[in-house]
């Protein structure tokens, strides 16, 4: 047999080709790689492209990407279909190695770097137009990756959608998926069942994407009948092929139960899997499960929200900065809290950009944070974001990232009073003011008052002091006593001295000395100084009946403390 393997190799190029393809289907692939090299040395296509496969699979050969490239450009130069659209989809993934490098030698080569993974469409796309056009089902499907995924000036969506339907049309499971994904991203119904369809096709094929894909409108019951039971067992196919959003949604069905069965141990085993797979849903999901534990642990989870962010969930960044202000399962570091806070607003997260607005509004932030700052509310505010058209006031009223400038800040904090009780009250304030408008003492109780309706404590001690002084309309004592007992009750301590000099002035409220101490008490005790200083008359005099100098004297020195006499 040895010898007529060697007779084939010498008498025709053709005869050593075909005794090579019987060898590797009898389990023999050291023999037929000898023979079918032959064979590809001789210029047959055919042969070069077998044996770049046997290259790229180890089948019979040491693997050798580099190898496995060389032979597949020198079949696809001669025009073999299947070579070319191996070849493309070898570059659209960056694993191509670079020819200009192959011929490297002696030292040099030991030091030669891996492939970037860079995908490098534009060399693929030629060569999956001619392995398309050949008629090759994997170019064609090829094909349309590159003209849905590939760079923007290079995407074609139409002619994507209409080569894997030829492909698909072909059996391609490839063509099948992408199919179903250009379905899909036409959002058109009456669709459902042919994606359900070219999904199955691929999924039965074992593509792990199509599998995945197929437990998600199961579960939804998207162009196939709801069946959680279906969707768990997909799910879970994909997940032990490798898909990390399959893991991910697999762990995560386990851990809530909300497929047929809930299982936290093997869920948390899954998400795991995802996050070291690289999926930052995943890690960042067990980074919260740490947070959340009876006993959270913070070092832990602080590993995970930092894989997280890293792969770029904004939601993983804004909490690592807040485990690294807050110092807890990692060395307290203001900087580095203020980095992982920016990089989370700059992903887009409003929280964080807003986080970061109030660091800067305190003068914690930097100087190139006031501009972007400025920037991320200017964008939002134009849009009809009332809390950003707020915090763009702010940044005008306080020179942050933009020149200073009260009338650009009332205008914006206009925009937010329609819909911001925080916003009303600051308007109020600026009208009351007279600060980027005239003072308009009306409107700016009319403010105050629609501030003060939806809860704002400020707002309500702001408008009883305004309807007491009779400031903006008519004076009214009793609505202003009513409004400063609402604030009180929060704890507001300028609200609990108001009250405190009511009773004292029976106006808006019975003339009760005794009362008038006991909330003139109650705002000293939370540092208001001219309560102390009204309680420390109190107490020296008598005013209320007791008479008490000692504490009288030291409530006394507290408001002399504070500037008050």
């Known amino acids: 047999m040895m010898m007529m393997d060697r007779l084939a190799g010498r008498i025709h190029p053709a005869l050593a080709m075909r005794r090579a393809i019987r060898l590797a289907e009898n389990g023999k692939p050291a023999e037929s790689f000898r023979l079918m090299a032959t064979a590809a040395r001789a210029g047959i296509a055919e042969a070069q492209h077998r044996v770049a496969r046997c290259y790229l699979e180890g089948l019979g050969v040491p693997p050798s990407r580099l190898e496995g490239a060389r032979w597949l450009r020198r079949a696809a130069?001669?025009?073999?279909?299947?070579?070319?659209?191996?070849?493309?989809?070898?570059?659209?993934?960056?694993?191509?190695?670079?020819?200009?490098?192959?011929?490297?030698?002696?030292?040099?080569?030991?030091?030669?770097?891996?492939?970037?993974?860079?995908?490098?469409?534009?060399?693929?796309?030629?060569?999956?137009?001619?392995?398309?056009?050949?008629?090759?089902?994997?170019?064609?499907?090829?094909?349309?990756?590159?003209?849905?995924k590939g760079p923007k000036a290079m995407r074609d969506l139409?002619?994507?959608?209409?080569?894997?339907?030829?492909?698909?049309?072909?059996?391609?499971?490839?063509?099948?998926?992408?199919?179903?994904?250009?379905?899909?991203?036409?959002?058109?119904?009456?669709?459902?069942?042919?994606?359900?369809?070219?999904?199955?096709?691929?999924?039965?094929?074992?593509?792990?994407?199509?599998?995945?894909?197929?437990?998600?409108?199961?579960?939804r019951g998207?162009?196939?009948?709801?069946?959680?039971?279906?969707?768990?067992?997909?799910?879970?196919?994909?997940?032990?092929?490798?898909?990390?959003?399959?893991?991910?949604?697999?762990?995560?069905?386990l851990i809530e139960g909300t497929l047929s069965r809930q299982d936290t141990a093997a869920g948390e085993a899954w998400m795991r899997r995802a996050a070291l797979a690289g999926n930052p849903d995943a890690a960042y999901r067990i980074?919260?499960?740490?947070?959340?534990?009876?006993?959270?642990?913070?070092?832990?989870?602080?590993?995970?929200?930092?894989?997280?962010?890293e792969a770029g969930h904004e939601m993983a960044a804004r909490s690592l900065a807040s485990l690294y202000i807050s110092g807890n399962g990692v060395a307290q570091d203001a900087d580095e809290g203020k980095r992982w806070l920016r990089v989370a607003a700059k992903g887009g997260s409003r929280q964080s950009q807003v986080d970061l607005a109030n660091l800067v509004l305190e003068g914690a932030g930097d100087a190139a944070d006031g501009v972007e700052v400025a920037d991320w509310f200017?964008?939002?505010?134009?849009?009809?974001?009332?809390?950003?058209?707020?915090?763009?006031?702010?940044?005008?009223?306080?020179?942050?990232?933009?020149?200073?400038?009260?009338?650009?800040?009332?205008?914006?904090?206009?925009?937010?009073?329609?819909?911001?009780?925080?916003?009303?009250?600051?308007y109020a304030?600026?009208?009351?003011?007279?600060?980027?408008?005239?003072a308009d003492q009306k409107q700016a109780r009319v403010w105050f008052e629609r501030a003060a309706n939806a809860g704002m404590v400020d707002a309500q001690v702001a408008l009883a002091e305004m309807l007491y002084?009779?400031?903006?309309?008519?004076?009214?004592?009793?609505?202003?006593?009513?409004?400063?007992?609402?604030?009180?009750?929060?704890?507001?301590?300028?609200?609990?001295?108001?009250?405190?000099?009511?009773?004292?002035?029976?106006?808006g409220l019975s003339l009760?000395?005794?009362?008038?101490?006991?909330?003139?008490?109650?705002?000293?005790?939370?540092?208001?100084?001219?309560?102390?200083?009204?309680?420390?008359?109190?107490?020296?005099?008598?005013?209320?009946?007791?008479?008490?100098?000692?504490?009288?004297?030291?409530?006394?020195?507290r408001a002399a403390a504070q500037g008050v006499s």
Not at 105 to 130: I, M, N, V, W
Not at 161 to 169: D, L, M, P
Not at 223 to 229: C, H, M, N, R
Not at 230 to 251: D, I, V
Request: hydrophobic fraction near 45%; charged fraction near 20%; charge should be negative.
């Open 77 to 148: 130069d001669q025009g073999n279909a299947d070579a070319q659209a191996l070849l493309a989809a070898l570059y659209t993934v960056g694993l191509a190695e670079d020819e200009d490098n192959a011929g490297t030698s002696g030292s040099e080569s030991l030091f030669k770097s891996q492939p970037s993974r860079k995908p490098d469409f534009e060399t693929a796309l030629p060569l999956a137009q001619k392995a398309a056009e050949a008629g090759s089902r994997n170019g064609q499907a090829i094909l349309g990756y590159i003209l849905s």
């Open 158 to 219: 139409e002619t994507a959608h209409f080569w894997y339907e030829k492909s698909a049309a072909a059996g391609c499971p490839e063509g099948c998926l992408g199919l179903a994904l250009s379905l899909i991203r036409g959002k058109q119904p009456e669709h459902r069942i042919r994606i359900a369809e070219a999904l199955r096709s691929a999924a039965d094929a074992g593509l792990p994407t199509a599998i995945y894909l197929l437990a998600v409108i199961t579960e």
């Open 222 to 253: 998207m162009g196939v009948p709801v069946d959680l039971e279906s969707a768990a067992e997909l799910y879970q196919m994909a997940a032990e092929k490798g898909l990390a959003a399959a893991q991910f949604r697999l762990g995560l069905a």
């Open 287 to 309: 980074a919260e499960l740490y947070v959340r534990r009876p006993q959270p642990d913070y070092v832990e989870s602080a590993t995970w929200y930092r894989r997280a962010a």
């Open 378 to 426: 200017g964008t939002s505010a134009s849009s009809g974001d009332a809390v950003a058209a707020f915090n763009l006031g702010l940044c005008f009223s306080e020179g942050i990232g933009v020149g200073q400038d009260q009338e650009q800040a009332a205008k914006w904090m206009r925009r937010a009073a329609d819909g911001m009780a925080q916003a009303q009250y600051m």
């Open 429 to 438: 304030r600026m009208l009351q003011d007279g600060r980027g408008m005239i």
């Open 469 to 507: 002084n009779g400031r903006g309309g008519e004076r009214s004592p009793v609505a202003a006593a009513h409004l400063f007992k609402q604030a009180a009750a929060t704890g507001h301590a300028g609200a609990m001295y108001a009250i405190g000099a009511l009773f004292e002035s029976g106006e």
């Open 512 to 557: 009760d000395r005794m009362a008038a101490q006991k909330w003139f008490a109650a705002a000293a005790e939370r540092g208001h100084g001219h309560a102390q200083l009204m309680l420390g008359r109190y107490l020296s005099n008598g005013i209320a009946g007791e008479r008490d100098p000692v504490a009288g004297r030291m409530w006394l020195e």
